[in-house]
T-cell receptor
């Protein structure tokens, strides 16, 4: 069974610090990796995706992928209180329906 | 640009009553469509997905069903709701590769 694991948190960081969110996955055939942000009571919104080993930067966000270690992370620089949310990691394998497997999410709290 | 709609936004239903949730997508054609359920404090559970009109794949056996009567319309139904059906129901669409985009969701409470 394909699994995606995240620490549920909460991860607490001070405003202006770097928040580091981690995710591991079990399926070595996984091809693409996604990070979603979900505010309480709202639907998930896509932050970014990555499919090649290494780093991918988008504004204050950096996704890091290490396929050998089956590990993907999201760094948030200059964390703001508005970044406080649950961050969901999702993994896409080799499937015709473009199905994603989601982790349980990490709750991030950024304290002013 | 693409937009995804879901309704109703909230719903309170008694146990044993029927259910119909609707999802529509605008601004794209032949999307992949998905129904997820998120129980309180839990991750997303894929319920159904569809790659085309009339094509439904079920991921979890349960008392729910899905239909896709039109290219950009996806419906989630139940004949008799259970208490365990309570949750946040999310519809998502994908262009067929990579990322999925979520609708605003329907919060269902079964009493």
């Amino acid at each position: 069974q394909k699994e995606v694991e995240q620490n549920s948190g909460p991860l607490s960081v001070p405003e202006g610090a770097i928040a580091s969110l981690n995710c591991t996955y079990s399926d070595r055939g996984s091809q693409s990796f996604f990070w979603y942000r979900q505010y309480s009571g709202k639907s998930p919104e896509l932050i970014m995706f990555i499919y090649s080993n290494g780093d991918k930067e988008d504004g204050r966000f950096t996704a890091q992928l290490n396929k050998a270690s089956q590990y993907v992370s999201l760094l948030i620089r200059d964390s703001q209180p508005s970044d406080s949310a649950t961050y969901l990691c999702a993994v896409k394998g080799d499937n015709a329906g473009n199905m994603l497997t989601f982790g349980g999410g990490t709750r991030l709290m950024v304290k002013p | 640009s693409q937009t995804i709609h879901q309704w109703p936004a909230t719903l309170v239903q008694p146990v044993g009553s029927p259910l119909s949730l609707e999802c529509t997508v605008e601004g794209t054609s032949n999307p992949n469509l998905y129904w997820y359920r998120q129980a309180a404090g839990r991750g997303l559970q894929l319920l159904f997905y569809s790659v085309g009109i009339g094509q439904i794949s079920s991921e979890v056996p349960q008392n729910l069903s899905a239909s896709r009567p039109q290219d950009r319309q996806f419906i989630l139904s139940s004949k008799k709701l259970l208490l365990s059906d309570s949750g946040f129901y999310l519809c998502a669409w994908s262009p067929g590769y990579n990322e999925q985009f979520f609708g605003p969701g329907t919060r269902l409470t079964v009493l």
